[in-house]
């Protein structure tokens, strides 16, 4: 087991009646869960997302916390947030990182995998 070992699994849902696709308006939520598998606590401080439309213009978004929080997760805890982003495409990624600061103090980036928006039937 490592001393900081952070897993971040994402679940993507398109949101029909909050999209306006006549509009180019594509809403999407997206449920994080960050779970502690290390032996120490650590800190979520901040995100930095990458989110890519379906036409690849990416705009960066960064921020402190995730949903106004900066959750201290004890090692085997996990927390759990949804929120949300709207594309101008129906298909579009998200990838990013959270910085965290481990009990001892010293930062550590936690990689977010790159996951897929889309609405339904648009991916063959």
């Not at 001393?3 to 306006?20: A, C, G, K, N, Q």
């Not at 705009?59 to 995730?66: N, P």
């Not at 990182?97 to 039937?121: D, K, Q, S």
Request: proline share 10%.
């Amino acid at each position: 087991m490592k001393p900081y070992d952070i897993s971040v699994t994402v679940t993507p849902h398109y949101l029909p009646d909050e999209s306006r696709p006549e509009e180019q308006q594509f809403v999407f939520a997206y449920t994080v869960r960050i779970t502690n598998r290390g032996q120490h606590a650590a800190q979520i401080i901040s995100r930095h997302w990458l989110i890519t439309d379906g036409q690849q213009q990416t705009q960066e978004v960064r921020g402190l916390g995730v949903v106004g929080q900066q959750p201290l997760l004890a090692p085997g805890e996990t927390f759990e947030y949804t929120s949300g982003c709207p594309l101008p495409t129906p298909v579009g990624t998200m990838q990013g990182t959270y910085h965290c600061v481990g009990e001892n103090g010293v930062p550590f980036e936690v990689p977010i995998e790159e996951f897929m928006l889309a609405m339904p039937r648009t991916l063959h």
